[in-house]
T-cell receptor, first 113, second 112 residues
C-alpha cells in the first residue's frame, strides 16, 4: 500500500518557469490538500479538494493552480515560478473532510533561482 | 479563522527526562480534533497523538500524553522518558470539518 506519493522529491527551477508537482493516493480518499512549509511558519494550506471536480483555496493560493479530475490525483501547478515559492511542499489526504488525521506524502523540496 | 500558536520555537530535554510542548488555539467551533505531528530530519510527517474535543479524557500513546484544557483552548504534549529518537520538529494542528491548520512548530533537541 503506497499511501500518498509525491513526485519529484527535489526540483530546481529558474524564475518564470512553470512546473507541476504530482500527488497521487491509493486509499480512495475524498479529501486532498497541498501545503507549503517554510522555516518558522509551519505548514500553510495552499489549495484543497473535497472530491473529484471540486477544489478551493487555502491560506496562500496565489501563484498556484490545482485540479482534481480523478479521486486519486491532485496535481499542483506553478504557473510562473518566483523565488518566494522556494519551499518544501507536502500533499496530504484523508478519507473525508471531517476531523480525521491527514496522511502525508514525503514532500518536495523546490528551489527557485 | 482558526489559528494555532506554538510559543516555544525550540526546546531541549535530557535523555530519559520529561518535556512538555505548549500549544494554544483559537476557535468558535465546539466540535473539532487536535493533533500533534512529529517531523524528523527525514521530513516525513508522523502522527503522534490525536484528541477529540468532545472527550474530556486526555489522550495517551505510550510515552506521549496530552493535557487538553478546552476552556483555555490549550493542548500541550508531554513526552516522558525522552529518547534520542524523539528529536524532531513537533507541530500542533487543529481540524474542524475541513482543512487542518498548523502551528509554527517546536524544534526538540534531546541531549544524551
Amino acid at each position: 500500500n503506497a499511501g500518498v506519493t509525491q513526485t519529484p522529491k527535489f526540483q530546481v527551477l529558474k524564475t518564470g518557469q512553470s512546473m507541476t508537482l504530482q500527488c497521487a493516493q491509493d486509499m480512495n480518499h475524498e479529501y486532498m490538500s497541498w501545503y507549503r512549509q517554510d522555516p518558522g511558519m509551519g505548514l500553510r494550506l495552499i489549495h484543497y479538494s473535497v472530491g473529484a471536480g471540486i477544489t478551493d483555496q487555502g491560506e496562500v493560493p496565489n501563484g498556484y493552480n490545482v485540479s482534481r479530475s480523478t479521486t486519486e490525483d491532485f496535481p499542483l501547478r506553478l504557473l510562473s515560478a518566483a523565488p518566494s515559492q522556494t519551499s518544501v511542499y507536502f500533499c496530504a489526504s484523508s478519507h473525508s473532510v471531517t476531523n480525521e488525521k491527514l496522511f502525508f506524502g514525503s514532500g518536495t523540496q523546490l528551489s527557485v533561482l | 479563522a482558526q489559528t494555532v500558536t506554538q510559543s516555544q520555537p525550540e526546546m531541549s530535554v535530557q535523555e530519559a527526562e520529561t518535556v512538555t510542548l505548549s500549544c494554544t488555539y483559537d476557535t468558535s467551533e465546539s466540535d473539532y480534533y487536535l493533533f500533534w505531528y512529529k517531523q524528523p530530519p527525514s521530513r516525513q510527517m508522523i502522527l503522534v497523538i490525536r484528541q477529540e474535543a468532545y472527550k474530556q479524557q486526555n489522550a495517551t500513546e505510550n510515552r506521549f500524553s496530552v493535557n487538553f484544557q478546552k476552556a483555555a483552548k490549550s493542548f500541550s504534549l508531554k513526552i516522558s522518558d525522552s529518547q534520542l529518537g524523539d528529536a524532531a520538529m513537533y507541530f500542533c494542528a487543529y481540524r474542524s470539518a475541513g482543512d487542518m491548520r498548523f502551528g509554527a512548530g517546536t524544534r526538540l533537541t534531546v541531549k544524551p
